[in-house]
């Protein structure tokens, strides 16, 4: 009987939490709740855990199940939430529908400390179902009768509580530990500057034990700022790892360095073609080690053609893909933004790592990846490729945000706001209402969607003299209420203040002995729910050799 219940819980659990976020911004509970359940109207979606066909009336569990977190000493705050929805509900829908034991569910576990995402967890909410099932079997009253504390067993309800109160606890630190989809993996980097680097963290975010294998007193070249080894640029790609130093073309050090290896599940490098084999780092010495070992070499034209042995950086890659090109304002040209093409090489290492990682636990065959910043910035310009191979296209800097309808947009007080709006006319609309511009679409340059691709200039014309006219945070209200494809063209600083960021707990941090706090912000992927919200900071170079040396040591007595 209390399985059925389980999909309303979780949705009622999203609906409160919503409606606490409201609050906290600075709404009434009435208010929020309010407008939370009118927008479930307007999207003709049924309020979760309200009405019953057998009640007409509340349902008497609901009662025992909110008295249960009282003595709990739960939060009442999610209690009075539920309240508040089934109090706006008549005056929204029209019918008087009824708090059930579905919402009341999520109203006790909340207010009890579980994490949203435990919610929408089966386990957690059928084992809450067999609490509450538990209590009635013990008060001798069947399942679906009113369970009245003249019924009760002496003590239910306290051991109960403490039942609850237990559940929680472990509940919040199943939900809140980081899931390490790749504990167990061991990962030898011998990255510099960015690619490998790049590639190894993606695995390190996963829970990959990686080793960063560094140049003894220098390490990865990237480390070097203002007199110092610990430079923002290297701290970017190297969280999560440890650093041990070693100078492979010496004989010692390379015993540990095979030493490390025979354990590995992966090595990275990204060095040139023919410099691993000079470091004794080379595959074939690596898998005479280890013949299991994913090898992957990250190269900047691959390991052999006419520019095998070209140097390639960021910019080099770019141009070469045809990417760069796509980027540079023919009015004022230079290059522009980040790394992309470092940063994807990486992205592509870890991707085929990964592959190759599956493939072996079904065969228990080791792989080389092969990946070149000039193959992985062609893949990623696909569409560019794409467009030319069908249609002989050739595409320019503002070929795709002409046919997407994109823009961006300064506001009076110099700060501005980006438009994506797409294929839908109803986003047109909307944005006439939003600048209380209703003709705007009766001018015949553009009436139709192709009207406005071919009159994109005019049409940034015309929008440019309206938001320059008020503030951003003007234009943000409208064309939020008008179901606008918008957003606030942000820097670094702003992103992090933002309201979903700090929902999305985006900047996390740590303590280094040395270092001290550490801030970063964390891996986009989440399982089951569970934010990965740990981190290590970038290790000082040579910083875990002596505890790598004595893991080394113990796996060898």
Known sequence: MWLGHLGASQNAGVLFDDIARQVDEGKSVKQ??????????HERKPIPGYGHPLHKARDPRVEALFRVAREAGADLRFVEIADAVEAVIPEIIGKDLKLNVSAAIPAVLLGAGFPLNALRGIPILARTASLIAHMLEESEQPCGFALLPSHTAPGIHRRLSARLQALSQRQRL??????KVLEGITVIEQGTFITGPAAGMMLADLGANVI???????????????????S?????????????????????????????ISDADVY????????????????EELRAVNPQLIYCAISGFGNDGPYANRPSYDTVAQAASGFLKLLINPENPRVVGPAMADALSGFYAAYGILGA????????????????????????????????????????????PQVSQSYVMECADGHWVALHMSSPEKFWQGLANAIDYPELLQDARFSTREGRIDNQEAMIGVLRKVFVREPRTHWLARLEAEDVPHAPMYDASEVL?????????????????????????????SFDGVKPLEVSAPPILNEHHDEIIEELKQRQR
């Open 357 to 400: 990682l599956y493939e072996r636990s079904h065969t228990g065959k080791g792989r080389r990846v092969d990946v070149s910043m000039m193959e992985a910035m062609c893949h990623f310009n696909l569409d560019a490729f794409t467009h030319y191979l069908s249609e002989g296209e050739i595409m320019g800097p503002y070929s795709r």
């Open 497 to 525: 203040e933002d309201p979903q960021a700090k929902h999305l707990q985006l900047r996390i941090s740590t303590q280094h002995p040395q270092v001290g706090k550490w801030e970063t912000v964390r891996s986009p992927v």
């Open 268 to 283: 990275i490098q990204n060095f040139r073609p023919g410099t691993a084999e000079r470091l004794g780092a080379g595959e």
């Open 32 to 41: 929020a709740a309010f407008d939370a359940v009118t927008a479930m109207r």
């Open 174 to 179: 199943e939900a809140t530990t980081m899931i």
């Open 232 to 260: 923002p640029h290297y701290q970017t790609y190297n969280r999560n790892k440890r650093s041990i130093a070693l100078n492979t073309k010496e004989a010692n050090d390379r015993a540990i360095f095979h030493d490390l």
């Open 212 to 230: 960063k294998v560094e140049l003894p007193g220098k390490g990865d070249p990237f480390r070097a700022f203002k007199g110092g080894l610990y």
